[in-house]
Each structure stands twice: as structure tokens, then as C-alpha cells.
């Protein structure tokens, strides 16, 4: 399938590493002009390097700088909600700040970003593309993520709702919901065996995925090949969620 997105600007949040750095190499090699938004100054320094893509420093966990980078960002046509944050820890033990970082970032971020972009889109009246990047999470709970899982069940409902009022501006709103996938964050939650060993387990296709599944699925639902689809909550999951 030849996916191209020429004369199409794209922002992706979270995109200094793992999947939302795939996400933006994947997007540049098919035409578009990306913003690569994140938070480590020699993250971005490096994918300008490598990719050329035009470049955002924000903390978007703080309402402001999400603003202020949407406003930097300029006017998008495609919008990649990928930031995110997994901190483990079992429900009794979990800290209201610890509570309040994961849904500021994975949830309330995707709300003010995904809110200011649609505006633009409206005002300019051509219509748009977004992609929420949520979770196998959002649907099976997992021992140590009520955060987490809390955050991406919320983000999938997101999704819909920005489908339902966004669609008659013809902008398209779907999800991809991913199993672990081999990234910073991957490794650092599932690279133990112990606890890596019981997830392969549940798993139909005995493995984890790469950040290039992940992006291939956010391209397609990006293009005009997926036109007619919005509001859907795509398993990336090699089948972990049908069991
Ligand atoms: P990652 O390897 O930790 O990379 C996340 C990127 O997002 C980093 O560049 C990080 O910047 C940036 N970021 C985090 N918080 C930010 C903030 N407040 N403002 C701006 N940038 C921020 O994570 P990943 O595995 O690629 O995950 C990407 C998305 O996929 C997340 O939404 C995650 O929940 C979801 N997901 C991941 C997996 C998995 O197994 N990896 C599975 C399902 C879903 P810094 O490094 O500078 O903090």
C-alpha cells in the first residue's frame, strides 16, 4: 500500500524516542513535514539531525507549554497523540502525584493538544487526521498499572468522543492500542524475564512488537486509506486482547 502525505504537516508528540521517533521517521520518509515534539533537548537535536524534521521542546504534562508548542507547531494536518508515562505500582501503593503525572501526560495532554489542534483544523475548514497512541492497557487490567491502565481506558474514550463531535468538521479520530512493544519504555517495564515471561505467555503470536508495527498502523489510519474509518480502537497486540 503506497502511503504518501506531501503537502501534509504532522505533529507527533512524544517523539524523541521509542515509538513516537519510529512514528516521525515513518512519516518523513512518506513526504510529510514533521514537528517533532518532546521533552530532551538532545533527543530532538538528534532526530533534526537524522530526519531534517522541524523540532518542539515541551514538558506538555503542564497545560501551558502544551498550548504554547501547539502554537509553535503551526498549523497541522496530522496529529499524533504518542506522549506518554507508565510508573509502576501496585493500587494501595499508589501516590496521588504519581496518579496525577500519568493522567496529566497520557490523558489530559492528549485533551489539550488534541483540542487546540482541532481548532486549527476547523478554522481552516480542510478537514484532519489523528491518531491517539493508547494501550492494550486501556482494556485488560494489569497487575501494577492502575494508573496506566486508568489513563489509556480514558484515552480510548477520548477517542471517541473527539470522533463523534470532530467528525461532522471531516477530521478522523482513531486509537492504536499496542502490547509491549521493545522501547525505552518497554524495556524498562517487561525487560525483567520474571515478570516479561507470563506477558510473552498471553501473547497467540509468541512475541513482542517494534515501534515500526506500531507505526505502520498510525500511518495507515493518518491516510486517505483508511477515509472512511474513525473512532476505532486498533489492537497492535500479535492477538493478546482476544483472550
Ligand atoms: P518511551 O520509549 O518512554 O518514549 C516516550 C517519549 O515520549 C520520550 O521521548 C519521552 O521523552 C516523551 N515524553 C514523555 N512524556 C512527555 C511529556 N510530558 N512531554 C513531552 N514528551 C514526553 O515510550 P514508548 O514505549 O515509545 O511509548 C510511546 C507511547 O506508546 C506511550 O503513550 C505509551 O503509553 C504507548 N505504549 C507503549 C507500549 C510499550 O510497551 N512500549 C505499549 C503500549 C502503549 P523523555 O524520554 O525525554 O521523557
Redesign the pocket.
Known amino acids: 500500500m503506497d502511503i504518501r502525505f506531501e503537502g501534509k504537516r504532522a505533529l507527533v ?10 512514528i516521525a521517521a515513518q512519516l518523513v520518509k512518506s513526504g510529510a513535514e514533521v514537528v517533532a ?4 533537548q538532545d ?1 530532538l537535536d538528534s532526530l533534526k539531525a537524522e530526519l531534517g524534521c522541524l523540532t518542539v521542546l ?5 497545560a501551558q ?2 498550548l504554547k508548542a501547539v502554537e509553535a507547531a503551526g498549523p497541522i494536518d496530522l496529529l499524533v ?6 510508573i509502576i505500582e501496585p493500587f494501595l501503593e499508589t501516590s496521588l502525584d504519581h496518579w496525577d503525572t500519568v493522567l ?3 490523558l489530559r ?1 492528549a485533551f489539550v493538544v488534541g483540542q487546540a489542534v482541532a481548532k486549527g483544523m476547523v478554522a481552516r475548514g480542510i478537514g484532519g487526521s489523528i491518531v491517539n ?5 486501556s482494556q485488560a487490567a494489569l497487575p501494577g498499572h492502575t494508573a ?1 491502565c486508568a ?2 481506558a480514558g ?1 480510548d474514550h477520548l477517542t471517541r468522543m473527539m470522533a463523534l463531535e470532530l467528525g461532522p468538521h471531516n477530521i478522523r479520530v482513531n486509537a ?15 525487560g525483567d524475564p520474571a515478570k516479561g515471561a507470563p506477558m510473552l505467555a498471553k501473547i497467540p503470536l509468541g512475541r ?2 517494534r ?1 515500526i508495527h ?1 507505526a505502520d498502523a498510525v500511518l495507515y489510519l493518518l491516510s486517505d486509506k483508511a477515509d472512511m474509518i474513525t473512532g476505532v480502537m486498533l489492537p ?1 497486540d500479535g492477538g493478546y486482547l482476544v483472550g
Open positions: 508528540t512524544g517523539a524523541g524516542k521509542g515509538i513516537g521517533r519510529e515534539l518532546s521533552r530532551t533527543d515541551a514538558d506538555i504534562g503542564d507549554q502544551a497523540n504518542n506522549a506518554g508515562v507508565a496529566n501526560i497520557n495532554a497512541v493508547s494501550s492494550q492497557a496506566y489513563s489509556k484515552l492504536v492500542n499496542p502490547t509491549v512493544i521493545l522501547t525505552p519504555m518497554g524495556e524498562k517495564v517487561w513482542f512488537g515501534p506500531v497492535v
